[in-house]
C-alpha cells in the first residue's frame, strides 16, 4: 500500500516529531510503501513549497492514501481529496484540538479516519463534530522497553547535580513560556517549599531547554529553592534512560498534553512511579490511577503536593514501589510489540478496497447483498444507481403492467447515490441509462474496482471507457447462459463474437453466477483465473425465517408460479399441464394450480381457464416481497417452465429455501445448478408439456419423493448465498491487486 506520510521535520526534538518517526517506522514494517513529504520551516515560502510539494507528489506517486500527522495541514488534505481524490488519515493530539478552526473542522469531517493519541482529544474532537465518533481510531503513544529499562542510577549524573542522598522528584519536557501552564512544572516549584519542610532532602530535578528557561531559573532564586530545584538543562538522548533511574518520582502534572504523555511511559519503563495530570474520565478510570502512579487535578497544588509527599514517604500503595511491576505492566500496554500490532490493524483498515457498485437501478434481491458487503467491514463499498424505479414512488413495470414500488428496505444499511439520468425514457434499455456523472465519480473517488453488470447500457460502456483511462480496473458480473447463446446465428452473432473477445481482455475480472454463465465467458475466450463464482442469490435468511413461522394447513396438493405473466415465462405451458394431469380424477381431486403474479398474459390464462373449465387454479395477482413467502409455504411444488431469455431464475432460489421440490425447463439458466435431475426435482424438454405433466403426477402421487425432494432442494440452497458471493468478490479484488 503506498503511503504519503506528511510531517513537519521528524528530525527535530519533540512529542509529536518522535511519534511521527516512530508511527512511520512501525507502517514500514508492516509493509506500507511510505513516500514522506516534511515540512522544513515555518516561513511563508517553506509552507508553500511545503503545499506545492504534497500536490505534486499526490499527482506523481499516487498514493492510496495520505498521512496527515497534524490538524494544521489537513486543509491541504482536504482539497487534495476535492480535486484527485485521494483519502486521507489525520493524527490528532491534544491542544490543536481545543477549538477547531472551520475550515480545519471541514477537513476532519472529510478524513477517512481520524487517529487519536488520548481520549480527552478524541473527546474534544466528538464535541465539536459528533459525526466523527465512529471514524476515530486510537493510537497511542509506546515506549521502547529496549531503549528504556530499569538500571542502577547514574553516579554522574548525582555527582553533576548534587543529588547524593537525595529523594528525587523528576519532570523532563520542553520549557516554554505558551506552555507553562499546560505542563504544570511550574506548580510543582511552587509547591517544593511545603514539600521540603516534611522531606528536606527533597529535590525537584527538572530537564528540559527552552524560551521559559531563564524566568524559571529567576522564580527559583526568587523562592530561594536553589539547592531544591535543579534546572538540568537539555538532556542528551544517550543520558534519557540515566535521568529516569534516579527518579523516586516522575511527574507531569499537564493538562492538555494528552494522557498518557510518552514520558510518563517512558519513567514506567524505568521503574519510576509517576504522577500526571488528569484529562478526562477515562484517563481516571485507565490503569494507572492507583496502581502504577497517582492522577491529579493539575490545577491543585494541594493535590500535587500531596501525591508527591505520599509516595516519598512510603505511604503510597506497596505496587509503586516494585519497579519490575511498573515496567511489566506498563510494557504489556504500551510496549512496542502493543505499538505494531495497532499499527497493523490500523493499515489492515486503509488497506479495505473501495469498489464501486453500478446498477440499473436498487434491486430487491441485492439489497440484502449490498448490506451485507457494507457490513463485513471488508469492502469500503458505494453503490451507483443510474435510475430511482421502485424506490421514491410507485414506478410501472412494463412487464408486470403495474405500478410497483417494493415493501422491503432497499435502500438502507449501504451508501448509495442516484446519479442523474439524462435519458428521455428510463429504462433497462440501452439508451434508458445516460448517466455522465459517473466519470467524474470515478475520476474523484479512485476506486480499487469498479463492478457493472453486463453491456446492454450506454452507461456501463461509458464506465468502461472512464475505467480504462484512469487505469481503473473493472469487473464484470453478466448473466448470459452458454445454452441460449448457441441459440443464436448469423452476422449479429458474429459480429459480437469480435466485440466481446475484444472488450472481455479489458475485463480485470469476471464474476460468473453459475455453470452456464461460466461456460459462456470461456466460450469468449476469458481465462480460468479471471473467473470467479459469485451464485445469485436471495435473502435465504429471511425466507428461511419464514418457513419456520409458517403453520399453514391444507389437503390440496399446491402446484406453485411465481413470476411475471409473460411469453418468456411460459406460464402457458404449465396451465396447459396442469390440464393434462387434472383428466386422471383422482389428480384433480388432490392438486390445485397456484399462479402469483401479473403481466401481459393474465386474461389469456384466465379465459383459456374458464373456456377449458378448469377447476382449482387460482391467480393471486402480484404480491409484493414480504407477501410471497406466505405462498411458498403453502406450495408442495414449484414449476417455473420459462424458455430462452430466463438467464437464471431468482424464484427458483426462493422456492428451495422453503423446501421445495423444483421442476423447471431445459432453458431456465439456473437448472444445471440448482436442479439435479430426479433427487430434487425434474428437468423437462422446452414446451414438452406432456413430460412437465408426467413430472408433476409423480410427485403429486409420491409423497415420499416430495419430502426426499424438500430436503435436498434445502441443502443444495445452502451453497447460494450472500457469503458465498462476499467470498467471489474479495477473491476477484484480491486478484486484480
Not at 529516569?244 to 492538555?256: E, V
Not at 441485492?366 to 421502485?390: C, E, H
Request: proline share 4%.
Amino acid at each position: 500500500m503506498k503511503i504519503l506520510f506528511i510531517a513537519a521535520d521528524t528530525n527535530r526534538i519533540g512529542g509529536i516529531e518522535k511519534y511521527n518517526r516512530e508511527f512511520m517506522d512501525a507502517l514500514r514494517e508492516a509493509g506500507a510503501d511510505i513516500f514522506f513529504a516534511p515540512l522544513y520551516g515555518i516561513s511563508l515560502f517553506q509552507k508553500l513549497s511545503f503545499i506545492l510539494r504534497v500536490f505534486l507528489e499526490s499527482i506523481r506517486k499516487r498514493p492510496d492514501i495520505i498521512c496527515c500527522s497534524h490538524i494544521a495541514f489537513a486543509p491541504i488534505c482536504y482539497f487534495i481529496k476535492k480535486i484527485l481524490g485521494i483519502e486521507y488519515t489525520v493524527n490528532v493530539y491534544g491542544i490543536e484540538v481545543v477549538n477547531i478552526p472551520a475550515l480545519h473542522k471541514r477537513a476532519l469531517k472529510s478524513a477517512k479516519f481520524i487517529i487519536k493519541l488520548f481520549d480527552q482529544t478524541a473527546q474534544n474532537v466528538i464535541r465539536q463534530i459528533p459525526e466523527a465518533a465512529e471514524r476515530i481510531f486510537t493510537l497511542p503513544n509506546s515506549v521502547d522497553g529496549g531503549r528504556f529499562y530499569i538500571k542502577e542510577k547514574s553516579q554522574n549524573l548525582i555527582e553533576r547535580h548534587n543529588l547524593k542522598d537525595s529523594k528525587i522528584i523528576l519532570t523532563i519536557c520542553r520549557l516554554s513560556y505558551s506552555e507553562v501552564d499546560n505542563k504544570g512544572y511550574e506548580k510543582v516549584v511552587r509547591a517544593i517549599p511545603d514539600i521540603i519542610k516534611q522531606i528536606p532532602n527533597a529535590k525537584y530535578l527538572l530537564v528540559g531547554g527552552g524560551d521559559d528557561a531563564e524566568r524559571m531559573k529567576n522564580l527559583i532564586k526568587e523562592l530561594n529553592l536553589e539547592e531544591s530545584v535543579i534546572l538540568a538543562g537539555p538532556a542528551k538522548d544517550e543520558e534519557m534512560v540515566d535521568y529516569y533511574n534516579l527518579a523516586d518520582i516522575f511527574i507531569l502534572p499537564s493538562k492538555k498534553e494528552g494522557f498518557p504523555a510518552i514520558v510518563l511511559l517512558e519513567a514506567l519503563a524505568c521503574g519510576a512511579p509517576i504522577i500526571g495530570g488528569k484529562q478526562g474520565k477515562k484517563s481516571e478510570e485507565s490503569v494507572f490511577d492507583g496502581k502504577l502512579g497517582y492522577i491529579i487535578n493539575p490545577d491543585n497544588s494541594k493535590e500535587i503536593q500531596d501525591a508527591i509527599i505520599n509516595i516519598l514517604e512510603g505511604k503510597a500503595p506497596k505496587k509503586f514501589f516494585d519497579r519490575e511491576f511498573l515496567r511489566k505492566s506498563i510494557l504489556e500496554e504500551y510496549g512496542k510489540d502493543c505499538y505494531k500490532k495497532r499499527v497493523k490493524e490500523i493499515l489492515d483498515i486503509l488497506k479495505i478496497p473501495k469498489l464501486a457498485i453500478v446498477m440499473s437501478h436498487a434491486i430487491q434481491y441485492q439489497a440484502p447483498l449490498l448490506r451485507k458487503i457494507a457490513d463485513s467491514g471488508k469492502v469500503d463499498l458505494m453503490t451507483y444507481f443510474n435510475w430511482d424505479f421502485g424506490v421514491n414512488q410507485k414506478s410501472i413495470d412494463p412487464e408486470f403492467k403495474i405500478k410497483v414500488k417494493w415493501d422491503i428496505p432497499i435502500l438502507e444499511g449501504y451508501k448509495y447515490k442516484f446519479l442523474k439520468n439524462f435519458s428521455l425514457r428510463s429504462s433497462s434499455n440501452f439508451w434508458g441509462q445516460l448517466n455522465f456523472g459517473i466519470i467524474s465519480a470515478l475520476v474523484r473517488r479512485r476506486y480499487k474496482a469498479v463492478l457493472i453488470y453486463g453491456w446492454n447500457s450506454f452507461t456501463n460502456w461509458l464506465i468502461f471507457f472512464t475505467a480504462l483511462i484512469i487505469n481503473t480496473p473493472v469487473i464484470l458480473q453478466g448473466e448470459s447462459p452458454l445454452n441460449q447463446e448457441l441459440l443464436k446465428k448469423g452476422w449479429k452473432q458474429k459480429i459480437k463474437m469480435v466485440v466481446l473477445k475484444r472488450f472481455f481482455k479489458h475485463i480485470s475480472a469476471f464474476l460468473y453466477i453459475g455453470e452456464e454463465n461460466k461456460k459462456f465467458y470461456k466460450y469468449y475466450g476469458v481465462p480460468d483465473e479471471k473467473l470467479f463464482f459469485v451464485p445469485y442469490a436471495v435473502d435465504n435468511e429471511r425466507l428461511i425465517m419464514a418457513k419456520k413461522k409458517s403453520v399453514i394447513k391444507k389437503k390440496d396438493i399446491v402446484i406453485l408460479f411465481v413470476g411475471k405473466l409473460i411469453e418468456k415465462k411460459r406460464p402457458m405451458d404449465l396451465l396447459k399441464a396442469y390440464e393434462l394431469l387434472i383428466k386422471n380424477h383422482e389428480l384433480k381431486a388432490k392438486s390445485s394450480l397456484l399462479f402469483v403474479g401479473d403481466g401481459a398474459l393474465r386474461l389469456e390464462l384466465e379465459n383459456y381457464t374458464k373456456e377449458h373449465n378448469l377447476k382449482n387454479i387460482i391467480f393471486t395477482g402480484f404480491k409484493n416481497q414480504t407477501e410471497l413467502p406466505e405462498y411458498y409455504a403453502m406450495a408442495d411444488i414449484f414449476v417455473l417452465p420459462s424458455g430462452v431469455g430466463e438467464t437464471w431464475g431468482l424464484v427458483v432460489n426462493e422456492a428451495m429455501c422453503l423446501g421445495l421440490p423444483i421442476i423447471v425447463s431445459d432453458m431456465v439458466g439456473c437448472g444445471a445448478d440448482l436442479v439435479k435431475n430426479g433427487k430434487n426435482g425434474y428437468i423437462f424438454p422446452l414446451g414438452n408439456v406432456e413430460k412437465l405433466a408426467e413430472y408433476l403426477k409423480e410427485l403429486i402421487l409420491n409423497e415420499d419423493k416430495r419430502k426426499i425432494f424438500s430436503g435436498k432442494s434445502f441443502e443444495i440452497i445452502q451453497n447460494y448465498s450472500y457469503e458465498k458471493d462476499i467470498e467471489g468478490i474479495l477473491r476477484a479484488l484480491r486478484y486484480i491487486k
